[in-house]
């Protein structure tokens, strides 16, 4: 099975490409829709191993696949705007990876996502930027779980922090819309 390939990866590339940054929202969309499509991927590798068509050994390897894909991705448009974004976008790609290794080997913390969130921000003061990308992850395993994110979330001006979250945000956000299209199947 091959929950989400290099090729798969290259086409969201393709399609930054071909988008022109002077329609803000279809700019914009291709980004998230970029971030949807790798949270999509994780919740399928989820199900895979809940219906034991594979175990978790096996996902947990597909998760590191697609963080070797994300981390290797050395892609320069040519577009500043379209660089800068896509750096975003790649922080926001690895948060949601960095959560899917978490919930599936069941660290969900029981620290709230305030608390959370304050040790990213103490983590990333003190130098400590994985430790801290570590904390905003934990907080998209408990999204994951099915815990939602609060709107009342103080955000930093730390950029890796905004990027991380985004990540996080984009996992509750495809999470609510699939509560929402299962309870129209009802």
Known sequence: ?????????????????????????????????????????????????????????????ELEKIEKIIESSDVRFDDPLKDEMFKGV??????IVYSAKFYLDGKVSRKDFKALLNEAIRKEKEGKTEEALNAIAR???????????????????????????????VINTVLILGEIDSQKLE
């Open 90 to 95: 790649k922080e926001g790609l690895k948060a």
């Open 139 to 169: 907080m998209g395993a408990k999204v994951f779980k099915g815990e939602r994110l609060p709107d009342n979330l103080e955000i930093p001006e730390s950029e890796n922090i905004i990027n991380w979250l985004d990540g996080i945000d």
């Open 1 to 61: 099975m091959d929950f989400y390939s290099n090729e798969r990866f290259k086409n969201w590339i393709n399609k930054i490409k071909e988008t022109k940054t002077n329609n803000e929202s279809e700019f914009l969309n291709v980004f998230d829709y970029m971030m949807e499509d790798l949270v999509v991927a994780c919740l399928n590798i989820f199900s895979a191993v809940k219906r034991r068509e594979i175990t978790k050994k096996v996902a947990r390897d």
